[in-house]
T-cell receptor, first 109, second 114 residues
Framework: RKEVEQDPGPFNVPEGATVAFNCTYSNSASQSFFWYRQDCRKEPKLLMSVYSSGNEDGRFTAQLNRASQYISLLIRDSKLSDSATYLCVVSEGFQKLVFGTGTRLLVSP | EAQVTQNPRYLITVTGKKLTVTCSQNMNHEYMSWYRQDPGLGLRQIYY???????DKGDVPEGYKVSRKEKRNFPLILESPSPNQTSLYFCASAPDLAAKNIQYFGAGTRLSVL
């Protein structure tokens, strides 16, 4: 079983739609969780951290479910510029970050 | 402008010809790391460095070397490249190990080994 698993997609949604991605992780001792965004052929960039209480940043909401070992990312009112690959990242211990393979989102007009 | 700079951005080489990919950051970060990204496998860590002269292996270190003689530079060395090292490589930095989750990535180096 992969340490971090994501549905590769693509998720095809129209502008204005709400879309959600999930990511599951296998190590119950994982400590920190993040979503990174990666545009085609570009470098990953931190989108947001995921806190136990959940957190929101504008149209983006991230949630953590430790009992079921998954994190989620909800995007409301999708924009064309949201089209990208979203990487789930899990921190295992003090030194190791584990990246998921990403979920691709395509927002169409 | 705060940034991580990798060079070259694109490289085509032949098996066995030693090469170096440079990485430099101007943010005075202590933590630096190299990753490779392959389809279906995601980003995998090759080596990381917690500070000058302190380096350690990541998940896929075989066939690679690194050095950290100065804080700002963290070159990746392939002594004898092989076709299975064809990949997209990213250098990243973070303020320190405790803040490693917030990594700033370079633009990437696309390497093809023939």
């Amino acid at each position: 079983r992969k340490e971090v698993e994501q549905d590769p997609g693509p998720f095809n949604v129209p502008e204005g739609a709400t879309v959600a991605f999930n990511c599951t992780y296998s190590n119950s001792a994982s400590q920190s969780f993040f979503w990174y965004r990666q545009d085609c052929r570009k470098e990953p960039k931190l989108l947001m951290s995921v806190y136990s209480s959940g957190n929101e940043d504008g149209r983006f909401t991230a949630q953590l479910n430790r009992a079921s070992q998954y994190i989620s990312l909800l995007i409301r009112d999708s924009k064309l510029s949201d089209s990208a690959t979203y990487l789930c990242v899990v921190s295992e211990g003090f030194q190791k970050l584990v990246f998921g393979t990403g979920t691709r989102l395509l927002v169409s007009p | 402008e705060a940034q991580v700079t990798q060079n070259p951005r694109y490289l085509i080489t032949v098996t066995g010809k030693k090469l170096t990919v440079t990485c430099s950051q101007n943010m005075n970060h202590e933590y630096m790391s190299w990753y490779r990204q392959d389809p279906g496998l995601g980003l995998r860590q090759i080596y990381y460095s917690m500070n000058v002269e302190v380096t350690d292996k990541g998940d896929v270190p075989e066939g690679y070397k690194v050095s950290r003689k100065e804080k700002r530079n963290f070159p990746l060395i392939l002594e004898s490249p092989s076709p299975n090292q064809t990949s997209l490589y990213f250098c990243a930095s973070a303020p320190d190990l405790a803040a490693k989750n917030i990594q700033y990535f370079g633009a990437g180096t696309r390497l093809s080994v023939l």
